[in-house]
Nanobody, 116 residues
Framework: QVQLVESGGGLVQPGESLRLSCAGS????????MRWYRQAPGKQRELVAS???????AVADSVKGRFYISRDNAKNSMYLQMNSLKPDDTAVYYC??????????WGQGTQVTVSS
């Protein structure tokens, strides 16, 4: 059974940092492209950052220079370091695992709220 479990969300003030984690099980974690998505109330889910099996990373323009994605295949884990958080970053953040051929899995999401 495949499981992706996010953790690390919470309520922070503007300018603060959070580190999200995604722990995977039931898959050969190292071969999957891992992604972070987010969905704010009333908005479509959007791709925030991705990291390939080889370690190549990409982040959305809206978070460039503030968010950093990484992975530790030995721990079957992926991370999202979020710095200088803004109220617009408020959303539910989802972990996603993708492998060619249509193999795709989602976590249950973790809430991030940025508010003073």
């Amino acid at each position: 059974q495949v499981q992706l479990v996010e953790s690390g969300g919470g309520l922070v003030q503007p300018g603060e940092s959070l580190r999200l984690s995604c722990a995977g099980s039931g898959i050969i974690f190292s071969i999957y492209t891992m992604r972070w998505y987010r969905q704010a109330p009333g908005k479509q889910r959007e791709l925030v950052a991705s990291i390939t099996s080889g370690g190549s990373t990409a982040v959305a323009d809206s978070v460039k220079g503030r968010f950093y994605i990484s992975r530790d295949n030995a721990k079957n884990s992926m991370y999202l370091q979020m710095n200088s958080l803004k109220p617009d970053d408020t959303a539910v953040y989802y972990c996603n695992a993708f492998y060619r051929g249509g193999n795709e899995y989602w976590g249950q999401g973790t809430q991030v709220t940025v508010s003073s």
